[in-house]
């Protein structure tokens, strides 16, 4: 089983960067693929990015690719997402998931409890 906790949200303007970081606890989580997901209001939950298990694969959503870069550390159990360059539309609950072969299966058993970003114009 793996708790996953998010943190690194905030306000910045246009064109700012923020940095999320996603604590997990549990033995097992470098067997996990992990992403990063978004929910903006009113939308459904989209994908923004995910990594494999090991780091050596990283996937992300056309709309962040050459701004957000996801990493991981497997000695720390955590996995990071780096935004730069962030837009108006960047805005939405951000949150982490867990799934093994997560980043072909697409389906992730666990979930954080989301972190809020608000990029302002």
């Known amino acids: 089983q793996v708790q996953l906790v998010e943190s690194g949200g905030g306000l910045v303007q246009a064109g700012g960067s923020l940095r999320l970081s996603c604590a997990a606890s549990g033995r097992t989580f470098s067997s996990y693929d992990m992403g990063w997901f978004r929910q903006a209001p009113g939308k459904e939950r989209e994908f923004v990015a995910a990594?494999?298990?090991?780091?050596?694969?990283?996937y992300y959503t056309d709309s962040v690719k050459g701004r957000f870069t996801i990493s991981r550390d497997n000695a720390k159990k955590n996995v990071y997402l780096q935004m730069n360059s962030l837009k108006p539309e960047d805005t939405a609950v951000y949150y982490c998931?867990?799934?093994?072969?997560?980043?072909?299966?697409?389906?992730?058993?666990?979930w954080g409890r989301g972190t809020q970003v608000t990029v302002s114009s």
């Open positions: 990594i494999s298990w090991n780091g050596r694969s990283t």
């Open positions: 998931g867990a799934g093994l072969r997560a980043t072909t299966s697409r389906q992730y058993g666990y």
